[in-house]
């Protein structure tokens, strides 16, 4: 956004988010994934909506989500003002035995906004770190079968249309559910009256 100029605000209802990920899960369910790593706070309410459609189009029964907690905008305790909207700070991972979890896996990383692409990127390289990690456990003789069936792959509920500060491996799958302006999106989980909420966004609809 130009410095000084008037931020556009774009409310989403839990109605948007549904149905929008309700369009993008028959692409997604090409790539057919094991398990669903959700960013947090944002990526968990979209994660838990898409494991519904999923099952519905995989036909499997159990789909694993599993979380991971990221923070680059909030200020976090111990955080500098520096640190803030530049680093990328974990505050909750998969636990020791994370790459033994993806290993193997095709894994689908999920968050509500791609931004800057920074906490994405820091997501996926950290992932794929704990993957090599686990990897090296194994034979030599068995490790390029096993690498060559962990795939990662992205969803994200909307992708700003803007410079990004970061960069996804070619050719990986990624996916939104809508392709937006450099807007401030009001996410219907941090309104504290959801009435008014979705009031507004109706009004802004139809102004």
Partial sequence: MVEGAQVQHLRVTYNDIHNLIRKATPKIAEFDPDLMVAIGGGGFFPARVMRTFLRGSTGKKTLQIQAI????????????????????????????????????????????????????????????????????????????????????????????????????PAGMPYYSGADVGDVWLDYPWEATDIEEHDRLAALDRTS
């Fill in 69 to 168: 907690g990221l923070s680059l905008y909030e200020p976090l305790l111990g955080t500098t003002a520096e640190q803030i909207g530049n680093e990328v700070i974990r505050t909750q991972w998969l636990g020791p035995d994370a790459g033994k979890l993806l290993l193997g896996k095709r894994v689908l990383i999920v968050d509500e906004v791609d931004d800057t692409r920074k906490t994405l990127h820091y997501a996926l390289s950290e992932l794929r770190k704990d993957v090599l990690t686990e990897l090296n456990t194994y034979p030599v003789h068995e490790q390029e079968k096993l690498l060559g069936s962990t795939k990662f792959a992205v969803f994200v509920v909307h992708n700003k249309l803007k410079g990004k500060l970061a960069e996804l």
